[in-house]
Antibody, heavy 121, light 106 residues
Framework: QLQLQESGPGLVKPSETLSLTCTVS??????????WGWIRQPPGKGLEWIGR???????YYNPSLKSRVTMSVDTSKNQFSLKLSSVTAADTAIYYC?????????????WGQGTLVTVSS | DIQMTQSPSTLSASVGDRVTITCRAS??????LAWYQQKPGEAPKLLIH???TLQSGVPSRFSGSGSGTEFTLTISSLQPDDFATYYC????????FGPGTKVDIK
């Protein structure tokens, strides 16, 4: 059974780059069977999709964040990553990694537990 | 961008009640619509995809319907474990979520 676990700093300074990693277990990040994604949720608010990546490195990003987002896959560590540059307090949120079956009739069905990232000096 | 709305934003109900939540999209989704349940401190859980397909392991009291721009999530008989926030999500064009509907105890 696929399991995902986010990791990374819980505190990032304004204007710096937020970097998070999602470790995949029970499956391979280089599998053609999944897409990998990031979703965030500001405390007490709703969900916002950030982007998704395929094993090949193909990416799609939320247009509202596209200029600041980079996602990548590390097959040697069975991980995928998120970088969000030039962060502000508005980027404070719980960040979730998630997987979506490549059979695109479905959507993100497996989620990590989430990690809170606070942007503050 | 596809905008999603949900109604109501909050719903107060009792155990055993039939509950219906509505989700509307700013353009047609066909049936590329999912429903999630989220409890405090937990990640969202996928309940329904493709508008009406129940995810494996999800109780049959949950059902989804609709196509195009209007969709509904129905809980036929509300159980204590169902008090949570529910989000719709479109995946017809990239992904976007509705603002959520909180179901609380009446």
């Amino acid at each position: 059974q696929l399991q995902l676990q986010e990791s990374g700093p819980g505190l990032v300074k304004p204007s710096e780059t937020l970097s998070l990693t999602c470790t995949v277990s029970g499956g391979s990040v280089s599998s053609r069977s999944y897409y990998w994604g990031w979703i965030r949720q500001p405390p007490g608010k709703g969900l916002e999709w950030i982007g998704r990546i395929y094993y090949s490195g193909s990416t799609y990003y939320n247009p509202s964040l596209k200029s600041r987002v980079t996602m990548s896959v590390d097959t040697s560590k069975n991980q995928f990553s998120l970088k969000l540059s030039s962060v502000t307090a508005a980027d404070t949120a719980i960040y979730y990694c998630a997987s979506r079956p490549a059979d695109v009739t479905s959507t993100f069905d497996t989620w990590g537990q989430g990690t809170l990232v606070t942007v503050s000096s | 961008d596809i905008q999603m709305t949900q109604s109501p934003s909050t719903l107060s109900a009792s155990v055993g009640d039939r509950v219906t939540i509505t989700c509307r999209a700013s353009q047609s989704l066909s049936t590329w619509l999912a429903w999630y349940q989220q409890k405090p401190g937990e990640a969202p859980k996928l309940l329904i995809h493709k508008a009406s397909t129940l995810q494996s392991g999800v109780p049959s009291r949950f059902s989804g319907s609709g196509s195009g721009t209007e969709f509904t999530l129905t809980i036929s008989s509300l159980q204590p474990d169902d008090f949570a926030t529910y989000y719709c999500q479109q995946y017809n064009s990239l992904f976007s979520f509705g603002p959520g509907t909180k179901v609380d105890i009446k």
